[in-house]
């Protein structure tokens, strides 16, 4: 033992702590296989570390298969979820998408459902009408607009009587942008912001009186945008971070009153104008209309098709199937203890373990690859690049002809 250094007993530490929070971390994402292989990889470095360290192989081995044998032992064990029946959540943006979905699923477990949309005559109010129980009660509602949350109030208070809320589902949100954030307009900007964060923060504030009476649950459902930088995103990602840090402070504030928040951060899936191509080919052709010539010049009309082609592309392979997001919903309003966080599709829990792990370097180039392959330059860079070249080519024949001299 006196073999060991200070300095090794402080890597074996270092190495011991980085493990168990890399196992935390990728345990809360929910991954399946994955977090299989990085778990037991994880620990065989350890156990190889213990091994150096002269600690008995079999001791090793013992504890190692205990620990996992607890562990499938919980995880096997199917959570019990609370009852729905008697239960009423408020539900924004349920014209379409996850709250449309939500709306209907919430409905069929027994829920006492209000849905908010922005049009009671569209097709999606209609649905849910036909649809749904009579329990349902259908609510136009603007998230933005002050006078249309409180008149909601008013209608979902008198319809409860003494009862509390039990919970809130802020689905309503927007994208109202994409490209580049130097060609982003500043409307966009403020667009994203009304609805997805001060819209609900409207809505929030509004109801929270109903939610503290019955120890309620806030569900938010924001986006890995706001935490992680995503290209081209920056209007959408920053109303999102608002939108996080909003509800992680919430969390903490509302512990001594005994509601729960949790925040659902969902995959790419298909909903609102995801699949629109008439959607995309409007944004574009605002943008264009909208520029500064100098700056359309420096940028490229190709390199902003290109731009709007992969974000077009990007939501073509979306996942159709809502029911992950839709789910997650369900247990986070039921579950006994709900996460603060849940990861709703597959691959969010690994983003946001490189994020938490690699390099900065590793994650921008892990999430270029994963979003946004672009092969263009702004067309300057791209002049800025012949010009060097046609410069080194010129200075190395010259160079040449100094030599054949």
């Known amino acids: 033992m006196e073999d060991y250094t200070l300095p090794f007993m402080l890597y074996l530490c270092v190495l011991t702590v980085f493990l168990g929070g890399a196992v935390k971390k990728i345990l809360a994402s929910q991954l399946s296989a994955a977090s299989t292989f990085v778990a037991w990889l994880g620990a065989t470095v350890l156990v190889e570390r213990l091994l150096a360290f002269c600690l008995p192989a079999a001791l090793v081995l013992a504890v190692t298969g205990l620990t996992w044998l607890v562990y499938r032992n919980v995880k096997a064990k199917p959570v019990q979820l609370l009852p729905a029946n008697g239960k009423a959540v408020f539900i924004t943006g349920c014209d379409s998408g996850f709250g449309q979905a939500t709306a209907k699923h919430l409905d069929s477990l027994g829920f006492e459902v209000f849905a908010t949309v922005l049009d009671l005559s569209s097709e999606g109010s209609q649905d849910l009408f036909q649809t749904c129980s009579s329990r349902l009660t259908l609510l136009k509602v603007d998230i933005t607009q002050p006078q249309q949350v409180q008149q909601a109030l008013t209608e979902t208070r008198a319809k409860l009587g003494l009862r509390g809320l039990w919970g809130l589902v802020n689905n309503a949100g927007v994208c109202v942008n994409f490209g580049d954030s130097e060609l982003s307009l500043l409307s966009n900007f403020r667009g994203c912001m009304e609805v997805n964060f001060f819209g609900t923060l409207s809505v929030t504030q509004s109801f929270l009186p109903l939610l503290r009476r019955a120890k309620g649950r806030i569900v938010t459902i924001s986006s890995p945008a ?153 067309r300057a860079l791209r002049k800025q690049a012949e010009f060097d070249l046609s410069i080194d080519l010129h200075n190395n024949n010259n160079n040449d002809e100094k030599f054949g001299k």
């Open 226 to 378: 706001g935490d992680l930088p995503f290209p081209c995103l920056s209007a959408y990602g920053s109303s999102k971070a608002a939108l996080n840090l909003f509800m992680n402070t919430l969390r903490h504030e509302l512990v001594q009153w005994g509601v729960q928040v949790s925040t659902v951060l969902p995959a790419a899936f298909k909903t609102g104008q995801s699949s629109n191509h008439a959607y995309w080919e409007q944004q574009h052709k605002t943008l264009l209309q909208s520029l500064p010539p100098s700056l359309l010049e420096e940028y490229g009309e190709d390199y902003l098709t290109e731009t709007k082609e992969l974000f077009q592309s990007h939501a073509r392979t979306a996942n159709p199937d809502l029911s992950p997001v839709v789910n997650t919903i369900a247990e986070a309003l039921l579950a006994p203890r709900p996460l603060p966080r849940y990861y709703a599709g597959p691959g969010v829990g690994l983003m946001y373990f490189i994020h938490s792990y690699f390099p900065f370097s590793v994650c921008n180039k892990f999430l270029q690859k994963l979003f946004m392959q672009k092969k263009l330059m702004p």
